[in-house]
């Protein structure tokens, strides 16, 4: 049974480990290529965009993948409707594979935001040196905040337009706890502005923060196309596609 896998996360590249594993299972991940250097899953790997929905769902028939498997990152939004739309076009059932988001805990001082535009318009009243760990994508949104000074964390350097006042930090995660102290520490960070990527590689931050007091902006993350069977761990997934496996016969597409 082939499945392709729209990755670029964790849990994707584990998906492919374990479906490499699996027998009477071929996986084949997908990843954007928007991150240099990017970890690479074992089997199959095909790396840029599909062309929208209508490329993704020709590639879907012309390559004969029996399931597709949206394990994209949370804000992937446009992704995950087109693999949405792909799927349906090309009669081919989808997973969705979506970590759990983070949840606030006694102690934290979270203010939601809807997106980055809402975030960026907290940001005047709660803090003055903001640590940024949206990614390089979207800075456009804070571009306008001339007098507040911005600490942008991100695996690549980030391209304008950005905010006047920016130092950038290459980095990736995991992130442990002592690093994340240090840092708000060293940089004299009085509010945070994070994505509810959830996931444990870079919760530490959020324990830092509320260690500290500090308020922390938390940008909701948009809802999975509704009506979509939905897992939250690597290990569920290779489940259910094992299961639909024995469930066969696949290849059929008309």
């Known amino acids: 049974m082939h499945v392709l896998i729209l990755g670029g996360t964790a849990e994707a590249r584990r998906l492919a480990e374990l479906l490499h594993t699996t027998p009477g299972l071929r996986p084949t991940s997908s990843l954007a290529g928007r991150v240099a250097g990017p970890r690479l899953p074992p089997g199959e790997v095909r790396v840029g965009g599909f062309g929208g929905a209508g490329g993704l769902a020709a590639w879907l028939r ?6 597709l498997v949206d394990a994209t990152h949370p804000f992937a939004g ?3 409707d087109n693999a949405a739309r792909a799927a349906v076009t090309a009669g081919v059932p989808l997973l969705v594979l979506r970590r759990p988001g983070w949840a ?3 102690g934290d001082r979270w203010h ?3 997106s980055l535009a809402e ?9 003055r040196r903001v640590f940024l760990t949206t990614g390089r994508m979207g800075l456009a ?17 980030p391209g304008p337009p950005h905010p006047p006042r920016t130092e950038v930090l290459l980095d990736r995660g995991p992130f442990t706890l002592d690093g994340e102290r240090g840092l708000l520490r060293r940089h004299r960070v009085d509010v945070l502005v994070t994505k509810d990527s959830g996931g444990a590689a870079t919760a530490p931050k959020l324990t830092a923060a509320r260690e500290a007091g500090l308020p922390v902006v938390v940008v909701r ?3 999975v196309p509704r009506g979509l069977p939905v897992v939250t761990d690597p290990g569920q997934a290779a489940r259910w596609l094992a299961a639909h496996r024995d469930r066969g016969p696949f290849g059929d597409r008309g």
């Open 62 to 67: 012309e390559h004969r993948v029996d399931v």
């Open 119 to 127: 975030a960026a318009a907290l940001l005047p009243s709660l803090g």
């Open 112 to 114: 939601e935001a809807g």
């Open 104 to 106: 606030p805990v006694p």
């Open 78 to 80: 446009t992704i995950s």
């Open 141 to 157: 949104a804070f571009a306008g905040l001339e007098d507040l000074w911005f600490l942008v964390r991100s695996v690549d350097a």
């Open 221 to 223: 993350r948009p809802a």
